[in-house]
């Protein structure tokens, strides 16, 4: 019996004891857990640095995603899915932003990859005075082409790119602008292509702050042709090739496009010869007097004698001469 006494009386002691032991163990594990939870994240380097995902680049999505340039971007995107977003360094130390859906993948990078060069192609005629950043937005089908364009129906279905802003007094700084490629600009543009039609829109973003609504066609997007194919290496011919082919059959235009021609079928022919038009003044005169004449005739809407009197200040020559010369210099390049 004494012998079974002590036995109990063992494993009593022991069971006590693994009692204490479990509830001391409990204790030290809370304890430990809650000074881990008080300790600053500063102090816990390796516990992050075990994660899998990159903290860097989350951090620089959710920067992407708080730019405020995106705010009405987003509105027009989310319907039609998930969102993507490149950031891109540019001009003045800035950075712009290339934005889409994933189907868009290959057009968001062709166009991150041209956006530094199209800045400093752009700032390199206009100059520095102007943001030297940019939205670049590729959409995924008609209808968020035309939402992000603000055009409703009224936007061609041949229309490959367009930019936009907020309605603005002239003078003062735009703002809501950004570019944005139709669903297909990909597929019916190659990479050159790409680059000068983002070379062209982001012409007009740097200059719309100079620029009033209804200020000569001829002057306004031939100004943005004339950024978007110089210093490339295109000639005559790759730029203008309908008008060389009616120079050569002795069909010289009479005169500086009208308006009414940079839509329908005359367009064409019409954005080629308004880059014609700058492409001659830059030639005969210097690109400065072309930046200053651009200035100058897109601050209003011009008739035929603001537009004699401007180019008589600018560069010293009436209309009426300036047209002949253009004409004379078309036949010269297409002969």
């Given at each position: 019996?004494?012998?079974?006494?002590?036995?109990?009386?063992?494993?009593?002691?022991?069971?006590?004891?693994?009692?204490?032991?479990?509830?001391?163990?409990?204790?030290?594990?809370?304890?430990?857990?809650?000074?881990?939870?008080?300790?600053?994240?500063?102090?816990?380097?390796?516990?992050?640095?075990?994660?899998?995902?990159?903290?860097?680049?989350?951090?620089?999505?959710?920067?992407?995603?708080?730019?405020?340039?995106?705010?009405?971007?987003?509105?027009?995107?989310?319907?039609?899915?998930?969102?993507?977003?490149?950031?891109?360094?540019?001009?003045?130390?800035?950075?712009?932003?290339?934005?889409?859906?994933?189907?868009?993948?290959?057009?968001?990078d062709t166009l991150a990859a041209e956006l530094g060069a199209a800045t400093t192609a752009v700032t390199g005629v206009?100059?520095?005075?102007?943001?030297?950043?940019?939205?670049?937005?590729?959409?995924?089908?008609?209808?968020?082409?035309?939402?992000?364009?603000?055009?409703?129906?009224?936007?061609?279905?041949?229309?490959?790119?367009?930019?936009?802003?907020?309605?603005?007094?002239?003078?003062?700084?735009?703002?809501?602008?950004?570019?944005?490629?139709?669903?297909?600009?990909?597929?019916?543009?190659?990479?050159?292509?790409?680059?000068?039609?983002?070379?062209?829109?982001?012409?007009?973003?740097?200059?719309?702050?100079?620029?009033?609504?209804?200020?000569?066609?001829?002057?306004?997007?031939?100004?943005?042709?004339?950024?978007?194919?110089?210093?490339?290496?295109?000639?005559?011919?790759?730029?203008?090739?309908?008008?060389?082919?009616?120079?050569?059959?002795?069909?010289?235009?009479?005169?500086?496009?009208?308006?009414?021609?940079?839509?329908?079928?005359?367009?064409?022919a019409a954005y080629e010869q308004a880059w014609s038009v700058c492409a001659f003044v830059a030639d005969k005169f210097?690109?400065?007097?072309?930046?200053?004449?651009?200035?100058?005739?897109?601050?209003?809407?011009?008739?035929?004698?603001?537009?004699?009197?401007?180019?008589?200040?600018?560069?010293?020559?009436?209309?009426?001469?300036?047209?002949?010369?253009?004409?004379?210099?078309?036949?010269?390049?297409?002969?």
């Amino acid at each position: 019996m004494s012998s079974l006494r002590q036995a109990r009386a063992w494993l009593f002691v022991r069971r006590r004891f693994q009692f204490v032991a479990t509830v001391a163990m409990v204790a030290v594990l809370t304890g430990t857990c809650a000074a881990l939870l008080m300790v600053p994240n500063s102090v816990l380097p390796k516990l992050r640095a075990a994660q899998p995902t990159s903290i860097g680049s989350l951090a620089r999505a959710a920067a992407a995603d708080d730019d405020p340039r995106l705010t009405a971007v987003r509105r027009s995107l989310e319907p039609f899915g998930q969102i993507v977003t490149e950031r891109v360094p540019t001009g003045n130390s800035q950075e712009s932003l290339v934005v889409g859906h994933p189907a868009q993948r290959a057009e968001i990078d062709t166009l991150a990859a041209e956006l530094g060069a199209a800045t400093t192609a752009v700032t390199g005629v206009w100059g520095p005075g102007w943001a030297q950043s940019a939205v670049v937005v590729v959409s995924s089908n008609p209808s968020e082409f035309a939402a992000l364009v603000r055009a409703g129906a009224t936007m061609p279905a041949d229309v490959a790119a367009a930019s936009v802003a907020d309605p603005f007094v002239p003078g003062t700084q735009p703002t809501g602008q950004r570019v944005v490629f139709s669903s297909d600009a990909g597929r019916r543009l190659d990479a050159d292509g790409l680059r000068t039609l983002l070379r062209h829109e982001l012409t007009h973003v740097a200059t719309r702050a100079q620029t009033v609504d209804g200020a000569p066609q001829w002057m306004v997007e031939g100004f943005a042709e004339f950024i978007a194919h110089r210093g490339q290496g295109h000639h005559f011919t790759d730029i203008a090739p309908t008008v060389a082919t009616r120079v050569r059959a002795g069909d010289i235009p009479r005169d500086l496009p009208a308006d009414a021609e940079f839509s329908g079928t005359a367009a064409v022919a019409a954005y080629e010869q308004a880059w014609s038009v700058c492409a001659f003044v830059a030639d005969k005169f210097d690109e400065p007097r072309l930046v200053e004449l651009y200035r100058r005739i897109a601050a209003g809407k011009q008739d035929l004698g603001s537009e004699d009197r401007i180019m008589r200040e600018v560069l010293g020559t009436s209309r009426g001469d300036l047209v002949a010369d253009w004409r004379g210099w078309l036949s010269a390049r297409t002969a």
